[in-house]
Structure formats: C-alpha cells, structure tokens
C-alpha cells in the first residue's frame, strides 16, 4: 500500500493506494478522526458493482444515488445531493464519501463545499482517470450549459483512497481514456511510466493489480506534489495541462460527444509534441515514443472531419489564455517541460495538420 500526503491549505490530507485499499477506508477515517455519521454518494451502476465493499465504514444503510455522466454534471443534480442531505440532517460533523468517477467527484465535491458551508468529504474514485487525476487536488464543480466546469470551488478533501480492484468493472474504454493521462505524467514528469506502460500493456489491460496500482500510485505522487506546490493554479500546476490546450479544444469543438477527455489528451500531446519538435525544444525521439504508445493503447476516434480554424478558434477561449497569453505547455526531454509563451497560430495549425485534422 503506497500512502502519500497532499499539503492544501486547509490542512493537509492522506492519498491511500494499492490493491485491497477500500478494505482499511473505515480505520482511516477513524484514524483522521473524521466523523462517525457518514454518507455514501454514488451513482446506481457503481453501487451495483461495488456498493458491498463500504459495507464496513459505518456510514448510513441507505446511499444517496444520483445518475452520472457528463450530461448530469449540473446544478440540478446539485440540488438533488443538497436535498438528500437536507432530509438526511447532514450537520456539520457528517461525512461525504464520494464513490465514483471524476462526474461524481466533482459533483459531490461541490455539494459538500456548499452544504452548511462545508462538510469533509472523502473521495474513492471508481476510474483511472478519477485515481490518477481528479480526486485529488480538491478542484470541485459542474458545467454550465455554456461552458463546461464554469461553476465550481476548491474544496480538498479530507481522504483519498484509490483502489486499483473497482478498475476491473470499467469499460475499457474508459480505462484506456484514463491511460492517456498517465502516459502524460510520464512525459511530464515521470518517464519510467512510459517504459511500465509500454512493457506491461497486457497485463493492465487485464487490469491486473499488480500492473495497475504502481501506475496510479506514481501518478498520483506526481499530481500530488504538483497540487502540493501549487493548489491554484498559479505557475507550477499548468505543468498538468500538457497536452490540454489542443485536447480540451478537440473536445469543445465536438460538444463533448466524440471523445472521452483522455482520448482528446492523447492527441493534444500529440500536438504538443509536435510543436515542441517544430521548435527544436523536444526531441523528435519523444513524439515517436509517445506516439508509437498511443498507438499501442489502441485506435483513437477519429480527427478528420474537424476544423482546424475551428479549433484555433476555440484555444483562443480556453482558460489558459491569461491576460492574452496562451501559457503553452511543451515537452523538453523525458520527464521535463517547458512553458512558451509566444506559440503562434501558425505552429499550432501545422501541429494540427500533421495529427490529422482537416484545414
Ligand atoms: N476535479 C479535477 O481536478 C478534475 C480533473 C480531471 C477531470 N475532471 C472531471 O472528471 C470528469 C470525467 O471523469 P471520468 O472520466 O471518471 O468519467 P465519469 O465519472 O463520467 O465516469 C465514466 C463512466 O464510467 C462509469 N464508471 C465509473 N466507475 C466505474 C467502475 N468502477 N466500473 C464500471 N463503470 C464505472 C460511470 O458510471 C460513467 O458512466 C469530467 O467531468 C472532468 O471535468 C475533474
Ligand atoms: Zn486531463
């Protein structure tokens, strides 16, 4: 069992991981003293396949179940968890143990910031994506119909527990979504990842514990010192969103229905990459290694049929541009970045052209 410390601003909180982690979560909220009155939230296809693993934490016989999926991720089912917890007389000693992916997290997240201004909450991410990324770092929230993660807070939570057994009932699909993002810790930070990836694909597509758990425990090292050094975003942080300009763009442009976010990554860090070749700052060895692993993972849904105006248009409205400037996040050699500020339209249409989009 790896176990890692996030430091936040409201205290710092453990990261448990490993094969068999649900099994101590009741002694670890005891042992942070949290609450005794607790409460599960899920979603009714999560709880199905794993609501008898909480059986032991002592939380109240009946969970709150709402639907998931980014198409719920919204105020309404905001209200929903509010209310539940309204008639279920939460007070501020309860505690909100989220069980689910990162629609979940976030939604629950955001819940227990606002309910009675703030109830400890407890994450057990159900996805690789969740484990390795969105459970920790406490960033909560839904979309808006017009954007999406537009209302939200910073809410850290008070436990993570990732637990590499609730992988074996994920689509495959999402699974491999989620490999997407560890394969950019590993160009970002990381690099024995790439190498782990590439040697053992089998094994973790078989979900095997022993393949999966030292990937999420290393992924989650690294967001953890990032989020540690940086819990808002301000420098250090955006080392993250390598691979997201492009790939958040690819998922606006198709209204979120073409990709799963990690499969819009791996073709952001692509982009990237490319661009950081183009410019001599990464090594044309890196996109073939990350490319060639990419490829591996398996096919991507296609990007021919989308714009490339379409997407410079939508880099232009994405987050990080601040104050006017694209913060844009390059690959120097395995393991490292480097941030360039002066990226112009023209690199990245080029970028663009060579991952297979149309002009
Ligand atoms: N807060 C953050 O820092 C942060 C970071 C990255 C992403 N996110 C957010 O995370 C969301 C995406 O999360 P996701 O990729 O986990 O998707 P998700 O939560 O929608 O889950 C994907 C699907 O998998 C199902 N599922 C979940 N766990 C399962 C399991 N163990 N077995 C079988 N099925 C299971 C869910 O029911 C759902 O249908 C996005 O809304 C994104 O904005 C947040
Ligand atoms: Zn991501």
Redesign the pocket.
Known sequence: MDRITVAAAAGSYPVLIGNGAIEALGREMDAARLGKRRILVS?E??WD??GARFRTIGADKTPILIE???RY?NLNTVARILDALVKAQADRSTVIVAV???????MV?FSAATYLRGLPIVHVP??L??QV??AI?G???VNHPLG??LIGSFHAPSLVVADPV??E???RR?FR??LYEVIKYGVISDPTLLDRIRDSVTAIFNRDGDAVAPLVAASCRIKAQVVSADERESGLRRILNFGHTVGHALEAVTKYKQF???EAIGYGMLAALAIGVARGVTPKSLYEEVESLITQLGPLPSVADISTKDVIAAIGRDKKVVNGTLHFIAAAERGKTVELTDVTEKEIKAALKKIGLRA
């Open positions: 979603s296809r999560i396949f794993h998931d999926g980014e991720k689910g992916g990162g629609v979940i997290g976030d997240g159900t996805t994506l969740a990324d969105s770092g960033k909560t929230g999406k993660n609730v992988l009932t994920l689509p999402e979504a989620g799963r976010h990690g």
